[in-house]
């Protein structure tokens, strides 16, 4: 139990368009959602916290007009980088937790993402 | 000093041998700990999860945490090249706070 899907897994654009990325909780429901970008060799870097029908929490730096992010069921996030720049090239995570106490996030497999 | 501080590696090690992975951490607020497997291209991987002070052994795996010496250990018997991956140990405060607080993670290379 506990997978969680991410799509796409890759996806290449021109700089400036609009990129959604889906993280879905197959198999439980999600209270709680975590969105995650990660440079190579480098560890997970935390972005954003969202609930379910709540705005989303976005840690210090993460600018939130680039980054959307939409929480609308208890299975399904969405994260939209918008106006794109190779900068924004990276891998993003998502992870998902169950509702209750003392629940593990449980990851997606990432979604790479390169800005042209 | 980090919070989290992970030895990255890399590590090999010959088929077979017993791997010894560990972290250290200096907030005593923590009080659960996970480690993830990450292979290349991929997302974590959650191995164990515990909560506290103590043993927890899954299969080939066998996870320990002493709090009071705020040290963390995964230990992996019979070490298989598939279980060569990137190990990522994990913590949090727990209750309300869910925030994760990662090591940098261990390149493990398991040679045949």
């Known amino acids: 139990g506990a997978v969680v899907s991410q799509h796409p897994s890759w996806v290449i654009c021109k700089s400036g368009t609009s990129v959604k990325i889906e993280c879905r909780s197959l198999?439980?429901?999600?209270?709680?959602m975590f969105w995650y970008r990660q440079f190579p060799k480098q560890s997970l870097m935390l972005m954003a916290t969202?609930?379910?029908?709540?705005?989303?929490?976005?840690e210090q730096g993460v600018e939130k007009d680039k980054f959307l992010i939409n929480h609308a069921s208890l299975t399904l996030s969405t994260l939209t980088v918008t106006s794109a720049h190779p900068e924004d090239s990276s891998f993003y995570i998502c992870?998902?937790?169950?509702?209750?106490?003392?629940?593990?996030?449980?990851f997606g497999d990432g979604t790479r993402l390169s800005i042209l | 000093q980090k919070e989290v501080e992970q030895d990255p590696g890399p590590l090999s090690v010959p088929e077979g041998a017993i791997v010894s992975l560990n972290c250290t951490y200096s907030n005593s607020a923590f009080q659960y700990f996970m480690w993830y497997r990450q292979y290349s291209r991929k997302g974590p991987e959650l191995l164990m999860y515990?909560?506290?002070?103590g043993n927890k052994e899954d299969g080939r795996f066998t996870a320990q945490v002493d709090k009071s010496s705020k040290y963390i250990s995964l230990f992996i018997r019979d070490s298989q090249p598939s279980d060569s991956a990137t190990y990522l140990c994990a913590m949090s405060r727990g209750g309300s706070n869910y925030k994760l607080t990662f090591g940098k993670g261990t390149l493990l290379t398991v040679n045949p």
């Open positions: 515990t909560y506290s002070s």
């Open positions: 198999d439980f429901q999600a209270t709680t």
């Open positions: 969202s609930n379910e029908g709540s705005k989303a929490t976005y």
């Open positions: 992870s998902a937790r169950r509702g209750g106490l003392d629940q593990p996030q449980h």
